[in-house]
């Protein structure tokens, strides 16, 4: 899934080039896509065209080509805009006709929506809607960088897919992938496009409607919802959009809760439930407090690019995900510290146990407030009395001059119409005296923890707070009566409700050793990897910035970036290489020969149009100018020694004449010929 901190990027980098370039630089000359492996073997649409050879090519005004997520065929849509189509096999009519001018762009969760205007952008509105399925970033190149760089690169060897690139006058808007999982949708108007799920940040009361909404038909299709919790909210992408790998680690953490805790045990308690709201509010919020200060100063004109050791920067906005080491407050330390005794304790007993609230050696939540305080100071959110009970939230309020909202938002009366027990907080009553540790959210921070790396469902989980462990089960028992009477069930139906609920699923969770977890740390994935994790600098399509001669910086927009010289591609392919092998404690021994020569392959079709394109100019040069002097040859250093070793002294050496091809060698006979 997109997490929130890259498609919020994409957008913002749009909205920059809008309004730093003119109308007349923004009239659609072209659409451009990369042909998939299916339609590759098909061949359809592509007789003649680059994509043949795996380049990327312009879309006609006939073009069939479907775009859309990897299931479900018949919901696939025409990346070129339906209303200036033309037919198949009749005249072609290039889209720079239209006189298309972008003039806008939205953000949605998983998309990003782009306003054309015709007429030179004096006309109606035109609407495309990029559905993003998987990571997709958005680049703009120059006209320069995308015909004489992307589109002479295959994209085997680029190393990303141009899902679809938007040509203008001076620049090319590109949407890049590595699968090509990515739709259009084209519309007249705005409401005609498909529906996004709502913004937590810019449409809070609509996201508490479509969270409560999507909680009451869970607990009627689903009346056991004993998989972890994590996992099913990263499979329902409408709810918690954005909300990817590492972002839904992030929120757990933030929010002070287990990763292995299941569905009902967060979704049928109000504080976690509130609390799992506040901390993807704060998330988000921070997202788009930062994004802008950090991504421009990675703009080369609107292209981004940044060297290889920035890649990791972004993993200092982060608190768990790939840290070797996370800084908090000192009441989290306490709160943590009682956390792992009472596991200890319930793993000595050897025996099993249900996690009942405020039953003996129960522990209580992880949480910070801090963590959340975005989401706590804001006015309208209305979150604390779920959170932290109404009595001690009003005290809460009182001492930080917070304001308490009379009227109950969506998520509370849904507690309230469903008699859920608002006191079980499971929040250590001893340990909210006060509300924040400090007036900033990095002060205050002056102890520190580890995070440990667990793994499931194949998907590697970072966190401080530890998972509970298998001897451990939800408290499934009174719930389930619940459900009984809800149902008001006839026998047959009670004794299988009654098996169901009370067998929670179990999923194998394995805890990474010390090898594993260091290798895996962000410091060392994003340096010493191709293995593309997080943040908007981190993927494949981000142009990178390397050293040339005289430490000046040069920029390769891919992989064997045609534009650059040779050298420049040599060191791009060779110090992605050597950064492998730093990662593993081997830069000394430098690359083996095997995967050196791999490499040299694919620069050696480069060096080959090089040379040819150097021959041909010397020729030309030749046939149009007067002969050149032979050149004067050096000696080199291993002929000196290889001659001072057979003659004795550098006084007595030959000189070394030119051979022509029908002299012998000027090696000695009782010499052997070096290699």
């Given amino acids: 899934m997109p997490e929130y901190m890259e498609f919020h990027t994409d957008y913002i980098h749009i909205d920059y080039f809008i309004n730093n370039t003119s109308s007349e630089n923004r009239l659609l000359k072209g659409i451009f896509i990369d042909a998939t492996a299916k339609e590759l073997k098909s061949g359809v649409d592509l007789h003649g065209s680059p994509a043949a050879s795996g380049h990327v090519y312009e879309l006609e005004s006939s073009s069939t080509i479907l775009r859309g997520g990897?299931?479900?065929?018949?919901?696939?849509?025409?990346?070129?805009?339906?209303?200036?189509?033309?037919?198949?096999?009749?005249?072609?009519?290039?889209?720079?006709?239209?006189?298309?001018?972008?003039?806008?762009?939205?953000?949605?969760?998983?998309?990003?929506?782009?306003?054309?205007?015709?007429?030179?952008?004096?006309?109606?509105?035109?609407?495309?809607?990029?559905?993003?399925?998987?990571?997709?970033?958005?680049?703009?190149?120059?006209?320069?960088?995308?015909?004489?760089?992307?589109?002479?690169?295959?994209?085997?060897?680029?190393?990303?897919?141009?899902?679809?690139?938007?040509?203008?006058?001076?620049?090319?808007?590109?949407?890049?992938?590595?699968?090509?999982?990515?739709?259009?949708?084209?519309?007249?108007?705005?409401?005609?496009?498909p529906h996004s799920p709502a913004d937590i940040v810019m449409e809070y009361p609509l996201f508490l409607q479509e969270l409560v909404t999507w909680m009451i038909e869970r607990r009627k299709t689903n009346s056991t919802r004993t998989s972890i919790a994590m996992n099913v909210i990263r499979d329902h992408t409408d709810i918690f959009c954005g909300a990817g790998v590492y972002t839904i680690q992030e929120v757990f953490h933030r929010a002070g809760l287990s990763p292995n805790l299941v569905e009902f045990e967060i979704f049928d308690c109000p504080s976690r439930t509130a609390r799992l709201v506040a901390a993807y509010y704060h998330f988000c919020l921070q997202v788009r407090k930062t994004a802008w200060l950090f991504i421009k100063q990675f703009l080369c004109g609107f292209l981004r690019a940044c060297r290889r050791e920035d890649h990791a920067l972004y993993a200092q906005?982060?608190?768990?995900?790939?840290?070797?080491?996370?800084?908090?407050?000192?009441?989290?330390?306490?709160?943590?510290?009682?956390?792992?005794?009472?596991?200890?304790?319930?793993?000595?007993?050897?025996?099993?146990?249900?996690?009942?609230?405020?039953?003996?050696?129960?522990?209580?939540?992880?949480?910070?407030?801090?963590?959340?305080?975005?989401?706590?100071?804001?006015?309208?959110?209305?979150?604390?009395?779920?959170?932290?009970?109404?009595?001690?939230?009003?005290?809460?309020?009182?001492?930080?001059?917070?304001?308490?909202?009379?009227?109950?938002?969506?998520?509370?009366?849904?507690?309230?119409?469903?008699?859920?027990?608002?006191?079980?907080?499971?929040?250590?009553?001893?340990?909210?005296?006060?509300?924040?540790?400090?007036?900033?959210?990095?002060?205050?921070?002056?102890?520190?923890?580890?995070?440990?790396?667990?793994?499931?469902?194949?998907?590697?989980?970072?966190?401080?707070?530890?998972?509970?462990?298998?001897?451990?089960?939800?408290?499934?028992?009174?719930?389930?009566?619940?459900?009984?009477?809800?149902?008001k069930a006839t026998k047959s139906t009670v004794k299988a409700t009654k098996t169901k609920a009370l067998t929670p699923k179990k999923v194998k969770i394995?805890?990474?050793?010390?090898?594993?977890?260091?290798?895996?740390?962000?410091?060392?994935?994003?340096?010493?990897?191709?293995?593309?994790?997080?943040?908007?600098?981190?993927?494949?399509?981000?142009?990178?910035?390397?050293?040339?001669?005289?430490?000046?910086?040069?920029?390769?927009?891919?992989?064997?970036?045609?534009?650059?010289?040779?050298?420049?591609?040599?060191?791009?392919?060779?110090?992605?290489?050597?950064?492998?092998?730093?990662?593993?404690?081997?830069?000394?021994?430098?690359?083996?020969?095997?995967?050196?020569?791999?490499?040299?392959?694919?620069?050696?079709?480069?060096?080959?149009?090089?040379?040819?394109?150097e021959n041909s100019d010397t020729l030309s040069t030749l046939s149009s100018s007067s002969p050149i002097p032979p050149r004067k040859r050096r000696r080199s250093a291993d002929y000196d020694i290889v001659m001072q070793t057979n003659f004795g002294s550098a006084s007595q050496l030959p000189i070394l004449q030119r051979r022509s091809s029908s002299s012998s060698s000027i090696w000695p006979s009782s010499s052997p010929v070096p290699n």
Wanted: proline content about 3%; some cysteine; aromatic content about 10%.
């Fill in 70 to 193: 990897a299931t479900k065929e018949e919901k696939k849509t025409r990346v070129y805009p339906n209303k200036y189509a033309t037919p198949v096999g009749a005249a072609t009519v290039a889209i720079y006709t239209r006189k298309l001018c972008l003039v806008g762009v939205e953000t949605a969760p998983r998309a990003t929506i782009l306003e054309f205007k015709e007429d030179n952008g004096r006309g109606e509105s035109y609407w495309c809607q990029a559905q993003l399925f998987t990571h997709t970033n958005v680049q703009i190149f120059t006209v320069d960088e995308w015909r004489n760089g992307i589109c002479k690169v295959d994209r085997s060897t680029r190393g990303f897919k141009v899902g679809f690139a938007f040509e203008f006058e001076t620049h090319v808007l590109a949407f890049l992938t590595l699968d090509l999982l990515i739709q259009a949708h084209w519309s007249d108007t705005r409401q005609g496009l």
């Fill in 317 to 487: 906005e982060l608190a768990v995900y790939g840290k070797d080491r996370m800084n908090h407050s000192v009441r989290f330390k306490r709160l943590l510290t009682q956390f792992k005794s009472c596991l200890e304790i319930q793993d000595g007993s050897e025996s099993e146990w249900i996690r009942i609230h405020g039953a003996s050696g129960v522990p209580f939540d992880v949480f910070e407030p801090d963590h959340i305080q975005h989401a706590l100071e804001h006015k309208g959110l209305d979150l604390g009395s779920l959170i932290f009970g109404g009595a001690l939230w009003t005290k809460l309020a009182s001492d930080n001059d917070l304001s308490i909202v009379e009227e109950e938002n969506t998520l509370s009366k849904y507690f309230s119409a469903n008699e859920f027990d608002r006191s079980k907080t499971w929040l250590h009553p001893e340990h909210y005296d006060y509300l924040f540790n400090a007036s900033s959210l990095r002060q205050g921070m002056t102890a520190w923890s580890q995070p440990r790396l667990y793994c499931w469902s194949e998907t590697n989980v970072w966190s401080v707070i530890p998972v509970y462990p298998v001897l451990s089960h939800a408290d499934v028992s009174s719930r389930a009566l619940k459900i009984l009477e809800a149902k």
């Fill in 510 to 613: 394995d805890v990474l050793d010390e090898n594993m977890r260091m290798a895996l740390l962000l410091q060392n994935v994003t340096q010493h990897s191709e293995v593309y994790t997080v943040g908007p600098l981190d993927f494949c399509s981000v142009a990178q910035i390397i050293t040339g001669g005289g430490g000046k910086p040069i920029v390769m927009v891919c992989k064997m970036d045609p534009r650059k010289p040779l050298y420049c591609v040599q060191r791009h392919i060779l110090g992605a290489a050597t950064a492998k092998l730093k990662g593993k404690g081997l830069e000394k021994k430098g690359i083996d020969r095997k995967t050196k020569v791999t490499l040299l392959k694919k620069i050696s079709k480069r060096q080959r149009e090089d040379d040819d394109k």
